[in-house]
């Protein structure tokens, strides 16, 4: 799913690219992706864009007259700028957004089709869609620590959760987590006045960090290749490779949809998490420690 980074070069580059310019046509191929009705998705065509807005993991696309069109792309969704009239493409193809300079379109990869648009009039609708989480750059250290233990969760959970912090999700969290060097199971009201700076540091560092190395990558063309996975990462993503702080073994905990990455030195003090699916097949075999991962796939190797 686009987090704070993704989401900020996308906001940049559609002003670039949009602001100003009036939207000719809306072609929409699946039915499912408008969630909204009243007004018709027709009452923008023929008006400019205005302007832009994130709010959490949304984009909205700012009109006259208060009508705002809010995308939340979920997990595959994608914006592709293409030559005007370009089509709306194979199976996953959402729509297209017609403007005199080009087209934009939306595609969602994969057989779920979870991303959504809305279109609503009056500023007062927006409230709705607003999951209350604080924004990271806005807020003082003061204010992050009472969000955090607002209530006594795992770090991986707080973070994620977009009712307590926005923008921030399985990528980033990895990530931030791994800066600070905090276990991502440490509960958050265990946490020392320390741990709690360290980790609102390495947050804003981490958001800022990528957004730069995105916004360079990208530079004045518009941003065609979105992914949660970056070679430069240093731990989402890299489950089986070296942490490049200490040279141990990345480790995971794997979920339903999504995995959580962390190294053991840096993270747990050398302990190995146990992970849902694996721990439970070996039981009383699964490694604690370390070591006794790093001997287990020495055995498994023979």
């Not at 009508?67 to 914006?79: C, P, S, W």
């Not at 973070?159 to 905090?182: C, Q, V, W």
Request: some cysteine; aromatic content about 10%.
């Amino acid at each position: 799913m686009p987090e704070y980074p993704d989401i900020t070069i996308y906001i940049e580059r559609l002003e670039a690219f949009l602001i100003g310019q009036t939207l000719q046509d809306v072609r929409i191929k699946h039915p499912f992706l408008l969630r909204t009705f009243d007004p018709p998705i027709g009452s923008i065509k023929g008006k400019q864009i205005i302007g832009f807005r994130l709010m959490g993991k949304r984009i909205i696309f700012i009109f006259p007259d208060e009508y705002f069109l809010i995308f939340h792309l979920m997990v595959a969704g994608r914006f592709h700028w293409k030559e005007k009239g370009a089509k709306i493409t194979g199976k996953i193809g959402l729509a297209a957004f017609d403007f005199p300079n080009g087209t934009l379109l939306l595609n969602e990869a994969g057989s779920k089709k979870r991303a959504s648009l809305h279109l609503i009039k009056g500023k007062d609708r927006l409230a709705y869609f607003d999951r209350g989480g604080l924004e990271i750059f806005e807020i003082s250290l003061a204010e992050f620590h009472e969000r955090l233990v607002f209530e006594n969760h795992t770090l991986k959970r707080v973070l994620t959760d977009p009712s307590m912090f926005s923008g921030i999700g399985n990528a980033y969290s990895d990530e931030i987590l791994h800066r600070a060097k905090l276990s991502p199971v440490l509960l958050s009201r265990k946490m020392s006045n320390d741990q709690i700076e360290k980790l609102f540091d390495a947050a804003k560092v981490v958001l800022n960090e990528w957004t730069e190395k995105l916004r360079k990558e990208t530079g004045e063309n518009f941003p065609e290749k979105v992914t949660a996975f970056h070679e430069n990462m240093a731990v989402h993503g890299k489950f089986g490779k070296v942490c490049p702080e200490c040279g141990t073994t990345v480790q995971r905990i794997r979920y339903v949809s999504n995995e959580t990455n962390y190294c053991p030195k840096c993270q747990t003090g050398g302990k190995i998490l146990a992970d849902r699916s694996l721990s439970r097949l070996l039981k009383s075999d699964w490694p604690k420690s370390i070591e006794a991962m790093e001997e287990m796939n020495i055995k498994m190797k023979k």
